[in-house]
């Protein structure tokens, strides 16, 4: 067993199933959540927790180790620990991916409007419900397509309708952004693989030709939700202070009917809602 994996058993071992609203359907031979639980709740499956906790997967991904982290209720410490283990060491010259425990409680806390955060590079790693189903799941998607840069400059954004000056603005100050945090971590590899794939698109090599600095504060757009209809939303950023990571905090735009749309969806989730309805 590797170290990873001796650390993942001791932490699984810790916890209280009932504590966690685990039932007991039958006697459990050892105290502790069971494999089957950790990888319910960390949505990850029962096969590559085995494998985390043999020493055969010891590269798991950053945004893997922060769900293992909630499911197993580490402290900030302990998840920084996780994180090292995995190979995802702190390091002032690399973007830093690791979400404290603080600001996933301030997610929670957010539940009435669409939450996300975002590392420096954009890369989306953690999100609310109502996020998921206001934008889309992100689920969806494979972890390194997560990323708002690709998402905005190769289209993908379906849901998302812009004005041009909405849309120009937006890129912007996205772009401007960005080679703020090439200034930053100028020896992340993922950053310059980021900046490689971009600059082979026209409108983004444009902008950052300009060379433009830059911090992305706000957005205006409109989802165009396939079962409530149009959603008119402003998003402000909110840097965390200490550990470069943006929390996207969506809201209703002023005298529109986005709040109640929001609310539908708080209750549907990413259900779909019948033609009655």
């Known amino acids: 067993m590797s170290q990873l994996g001796a650390a993942l058993r001791a932490w699984r071992d810790r916890l209280d199933p009932a504590a966690l609203g685990l ?5 459990r031979r ?10 319910m709740l960390a949505g990850i499956s029962v096969e590559y927790v085995v494998r985390l ?13 922060a769900a293992l982290g909630r499911a197993l209720q580490l402290s900030d410490d302990e998840q920084a620990h996780l994180m090292r283990l995995a190979g995802h060491a702190a390091d002032p010259g690399r973007v830093p991916r690791l979400i404290p425990g603080s600001l996933h409680r301030i997610v929670d806390q957010l539940k009435d409007n669409p939450v996300a955060v975002y590392d420096a590079t954009w890369q989306l790693l953690h999100w609310n419900r109502l996020f998921a189903a206001t934008f889309g799941d992100p689920t969806r998607q494979p972890e390194a397509e997560r990323s ?3 998402g905005q400059f190769e289209g993908r954004f379906s849901w998302i309708r ?3 000056a909405e849309r120009a603005e937006f890129e912007n100050s996205l772009v401007a952004d960005l080679r703020a945090t090439t200034g930053r971590y100028p020896n992340d590899p993922g950053l310059a693989a980021l900046v490689a794939r971009l600059v082979r698109i026209d409108r983004f090599r444009r902008l950052w030709d300009l060379r433009a600095v830059a911090e992305h504060e706000t957005a205006s ?12 939303i402003d998003s402000n950023v909110l840097t965390t202070q200490g550990t470069d990571l943006r929390m996207v905090v969506s809201t209703a735009r002023p005298g529109t009917d986005a709040r109640g ?5 708080a209750t549907i989730g990413l259900q779909k809602m019948s033609p009655a309805s």
């Open 221 to 232: 757009k409109t989802v165009e939700h396939p079962e409530v209809g149009d959603i008119p």
């Open 148 to 150: 708002a840069l690709i």
């Open 30 to 39: 050892v105290a502790g959540l069971r494999r089957s639980e950790l990888a």
């Open 23 to 27: 039932a007991h359907h039958s006697p």
């Open 162 to 164: 812009q004005t041009a």
């Open 53 to 65: 906790e043999q020493g055969k997967a010891t590269t798991p991904s950053a945004q893997v180790c």
């Open 261 to 265: 749309k929001l609310d539908l969806l």
